[in-house]
């Protein structure tokens, strides 16, 4: 049965198993206790950006594979040597390291695949 990862989101277990569940607003509304459940294990989500990232975010629990699958976005990732900056157009991934934080810019309407090991996600806003 196929699946739109901008609508369903698809949770990859720590015991190997897969669960698809709704995504969006429908998963980003959920409870923190009802969230806790997909902290273990990978969640795999699609997101059309059409502005900048409103915050910076960062992952401890695992490095986060971000796949332009099209656009144009400049993605930043602020590391212990400074903050870099990388332009992807078109198609193409970036791995973000674990613990690191990052954001985007958006220079054109752009789809997004991540798959993201949710445990101990932190968010702050951009200056």
Same mark, same amino acid.
């Given at each position: 049965m196929p699946l739109n990862p901008e609508d369903t989101y698809v949770h990859l277990a720590a015991d190997g198993t897969a669960q698809a =569940? #709704? !995504? +969006?607003? @429908?998963?980003w509304s959920l409870s923190p206790s009802e969230m806790a459940g997909f902290d273990e294990g990978w969640l795999i989500s699609e997101f059309t950006c059409s502005d900048d990232w409103a915050n910076w975010e960062m992952h401890p629990g695992g490095e986060e594979f971000v796949y $332009? $699958? /099209?656009?144009?976005?400049? $993605?930043? &990732?602020? &590391? #212990? %040597? !400074? %903050?870099t900056a990388t332009? =992807? %157009? +078109? /198609? +193409?991934?970036?791995? =973000? #390291?674990? !613990? =690191?934080?990052? %954001?985007?810019?958006?220079? @054109?309407p752009s789809r997004m695949l991540f798959v993201t090991r949710g445990l101990g996600t932190q968010h702050r806003p951009r200056a």
């Open positions: =569940v #709704p !995504g +969006g607003s @429908a998963f $332009l $699958l /099209s656009g144009d976005v400049e $993605l930043y &990732l602020e &590391l #212990p %040597t !400074g %903050t332009r =992807v %157009t +078109g /198609s +193409g991934a970036v791995l =973000v #390291p674990r !613990g =690191v934080w990052h %954001t985007a810019k958006v220079f @054109a």
